[in-house]
């Protein structure tokens, strides 16, 4: 869908958050690669899991939009039925 972007993102500026902070403590190079490579799998986690969670939202309320549109469409064929061919509804 159009939220596959989202575990990308938010790996990558974990990323680059924790790139930042551990550069200016002065990490080892070593130790620095082992962390950010952690936070980085840690963080695409978490965005595969709140990507999960937002398109289990939208599947849970499509059902209800498809509903009201239904009834919309059946409000507005009583009011239409009522009407004779070439007449305009003024109240509206």
């Known amino acids: 869908m159009k939220r596959k972007l989202i575990p990308p993102f938010w790996m990558l500026l974990a990323g680059a958050v924790s790139s930042l902070i551990m550069y200016i403590l002065h990490y080892e190079t ?5 962390i950010l490579l952690g936070v980085l799998v840690v ?3 978490i965005g ?3 990507k999960w969670m937002l398109d289990l939202f939208e599947k849970q309320n499509e059902p209800l939009m498809e509903e009201k549109e239904i009834v919309s469409e059946d409000e507005l064929a009583e009011a239409m039925a009522g009407m004779d061919e070439g007449q ?5």
């Open 48 to 50: 595969c899991l709140f």
């Open 30 to 34: 070593k130790n620095m690669l082992i």
């Open 88 to 92: 305009v509804d003024v109240d509206s």
């Open 43 to 45: 963080f695409y986690m």
